[in-house]
């Protein structure tokens, strides 16, 4: 809420044209990854997002806020929880196709979802796994 400090500034004038355009790249976004998610994920035997767990409109039923704060919420609430749903999408996709970890450079912020992802380099472990892959055939 740190907005309030500045509600009525001019900055926030000038931001608010860029930030309620993104609406339009966050809608194709959706309609993308929707479309590649739906199709896709049963094609490669991976189980469906639930989009309802990440994407969540709910603040704009607080009867404190005030109007324009509630469309915030909205657009928020939107946003973030569907780039976090996409961000899912596009993890389990990277795990079925390279499973592999980057390389840990210095200032690299490596991605939760790697967790179970084979270590980069390890030859070794890259073998065994794609010789278990295909013992398995």
């Not at 740190?2 to 930030?19: L, W």
């Not at 909205?74 to 596009?90: D, E, F, M, P, T």
């Not at 979802?113 to 070794?124: C, I, P, R, T």
Request: hydrophobic residues 40%; aromatic residues 18%.
């Amino acid at each position: 809420m740190e907005f309030r400090k500045n509600a009525h500034s001019v900055k926030h004038a000038i931001a608010f044209p860029f930030i309620y355009l993104m609406i339009v790249p966050l809608v194709i976004l959706d309609l993308f990854f929707t479309i590649y998610h739906i199709i896709c994920f049963p094609l490669f035997g991976i189980p469906l997002v639930k989009r309802s767990d990440y994407i969540k409109i709910d603040r704009h039923k607080l009867s404190y806020l005030k109007f324009d704060e509630k469309i915030y919420c909205a657009y928020c609430g939107y946003g973030n929880g569907l780039l976090y749903y996409c961000w899912v999408i596009a993890g389990k996709t990277e795990k079925y196709w390279c499973g592999i970890k980057h390389n840990r450079d210095d200032g690299f912020v490596e991605s939760p979802h790697h967790k179970d992802f084979l270590e980069y380099g390890n030859e070794k472990e890259f073998t065994n796994f794609v010789d278990n892959i295909e013992k398995k055939q």
